[in-house]
Each structure stands twice: as structure tokens, then as C-alpha cells.
């Protein structure tokens, strides 16, 4: 539906801006890293080895648009097993997060696996924006009002602010259509932005490059460069009042 594409999108959009960008991969798909030029056969990632502070940064690869990348990294069974207790034991992840994030103008940008899970229970106690990504279709309708409360664990702290991004929006479509009008009249404080469907992502994305950098003047790019600058502007807000580097992750 476009985790991954908006993740990729949010992170170049960061360096672009001037900001460190890290993009962390937590899903086991392991595919955010495709989006930044890392080889096929990079087997590296967060799954090979220990879950401890500091131990992240020395695995970062440089990747395209001078996005640093965290792969989840090739994983057997045995590997997922270990990465995903340590996710669940407490502190653990959010150490490990905060030994990336250690300067004010850094962008750690985490992408999920779908649906509830342990690294989206345990991110969620750390993000400073959480970014639910949803198709503009009845499927994504019915999930909206469980987004809004209870998808999200009860211990997200108040500060952590969550916005909906609406992909693959064709205004051609009736049904495509009727649901963004739907989403933009009842969650017009939530809707952060929409992106439109265009071949140029897809395009972007088997190049492995941002969309704004194959098709500068595509629709995607200015929807992606807008989902950007908002999420931005929030989260440099944020950073006013609370003086914290900044975590968030597409969710859904
Ligand atoms: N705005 C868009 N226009 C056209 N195609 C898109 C758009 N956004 C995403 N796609 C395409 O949709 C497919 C799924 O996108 P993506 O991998 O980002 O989704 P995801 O939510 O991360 O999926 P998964 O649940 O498998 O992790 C990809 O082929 C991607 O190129
Ligand atoms: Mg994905």
C-alpha cells in the first residue's frame, strides 16, 4: 500500500532538507534498503547480531541521496526469533534508537511490517511521529476508526502526534474518489497528505532512486516533497518545545 515507498520518500526528503537521515528497515521483507541502491546480495542489517546500543551505527550503509541505511539484513528463522524478543524486552530498542538519533538534526525514519506487531508496539513508545499509510479504499475505511484508538499501544506517550497519509489516490476512480472526500470531511486535523497514484514510483523505485529525482515534475514527487515539508514543520515543533531528536514510522 506504500509503507515502504512513503518511508524511502520521508527519508531522502530529510537529507534533501539538510537534516541526517536514517532510514531503519523492521520488517524482515528487508526490501526498504532497495529504495536506496544497496545491492541485492547486502546481507547486513540489524537481524545479524546483537540488539545493543551503539552496536547500530556500525551498520549503517551509505545509501542513495545521502540517506544512511539499517537494513533489517538477511535473516533465518533463528535470527527473526532473536531480534524479536530483544524488541519486546524493555529499553532495548529505545537504547538502540537513541544511540543513532544522537544530534538534534537527525531524522530517524523506521519502517514497519503490516499490521500490530512487536516493533510497532515498541517504536510506538518512541516515535515523535507516527504516519499510518492507507489506500483510499473501503478496506482502509473500515480499519480508520481502530487507527484512531487501539491500534496504536496504550503507553504511546502524549506527545508523540499521528497524522494519515493517504497513497495511491486516482481521483478518476468513483469509489478512490468518495473515500479521500470521506477521509479529507471526517479527518481533516489527521489527513497529513495525499499521494497520488503514478507509474513514476514504481519507475523511482526499480531505479532505486526518489521519485523527485527520476521525474522531477511527476505528481508523486510534489506529493511526496509536500508529505515531507509537513512532516517536517511537526516535527521541527516538536523539537522546539521538547529539545528531542526525532523518531517516526509508517505503520500500517
Ligand atoms: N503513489 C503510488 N503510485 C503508484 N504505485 C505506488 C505508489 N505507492 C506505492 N506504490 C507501489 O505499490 C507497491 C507497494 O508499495 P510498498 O512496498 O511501499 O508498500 P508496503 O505498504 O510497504 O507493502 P508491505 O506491506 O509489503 O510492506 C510497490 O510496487 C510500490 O511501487
Ligand atoms: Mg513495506
Not at 9 to 35: T, W
Not at 154 to 170: C, E, G, I, T, Y
Not at 191 to 208: C, G, K, S
Amino acid at each position: 500500500m506504500g509503507k515502504t515507498t512513503c518511508a524511502s520518500h520521508l527519508a531522502y526528503g530529510s537529507a534533501a532538507a539538510g537534516y541526517r537521515a536514517i532510514a531503519v528497515d523492521l520488517d524482515p521483507q528487508n526490501s526498504l534498503r532497495l529504495h536506496f541502491g544497496i545491492p541485492l546480495g547486502e546481507i547486513g542489517g540489524l537481524s545479524r547480531g546483537e540488539l545493543t546500543a551503539g552496536d547500530w551505527r556500525a551498520r549503517l550503509l551509505a545509501g542513495a541521496g545521502g540517506v544512511e541505511v539499517l537494513p533489517y539484513g538477511a535473516s533465518d528463522a533463528t535470527a527473526r526469533r532473536g531480534l524479536h524478543r530483544s524488541m519486546e524486552s524493555p529499553g532495548a530498542l529505545s537504547a538502540a534508537l537513541r544511540g543513532l538519533a544522537d544530534s538534534e538534526d537527525t531524522v530517524v525514519v523506521v519502517d514497519l511490517p503490516p499490521g500490530p506487531s512487536a516493533a510497532l508496539d515498541a517504536v510506538s513508545a518512541l516515535a515523535d511521529l507516527r504516519l499510518t499509510v492507507l489506500l483510499a479504499d473501503t478496506a482502509s475505511l473500515s480499519l480508520l476508526p481502530a487507527v484512531e484508538k487501539g491500534y496504536y499501544p496504550p503507553w504511546v506517550p502524549a506527545s508523540s502526534q499521528h497524522r494519515l497519509v493517504l497513497n495511491q489516490v486516482d481521483i478518476r476512480r468513483r469509489l478512490n474518489r468518495e473515500v479521500t472526500e470521506f477521509v479529507q470531511a471526517q479527518y481533516p486535523d489527521s489527513l497529513l497528505a495525499t499521494v497520488h497514484r503514478d507509474e513514476a514510483v514504481p519507475e523511482a523505485a526499480a531505479r532505486q532512486m526518489s521519485v523527485a529525482e527520476h521525474a522531477e515534475s511527476s505528481r508523486a514527487a510534489r506529493d511526496m516533497s509536500m508529505l515531507c515539508r509537513r512532516s517536517l514543520a511537526l516535527l521541527l515543533n516538536r523539537a522546539e518545545t521538547s529539545h528531542q531528536s526525532s523518531l517516526w514510522g509508517p505503520a500500517l
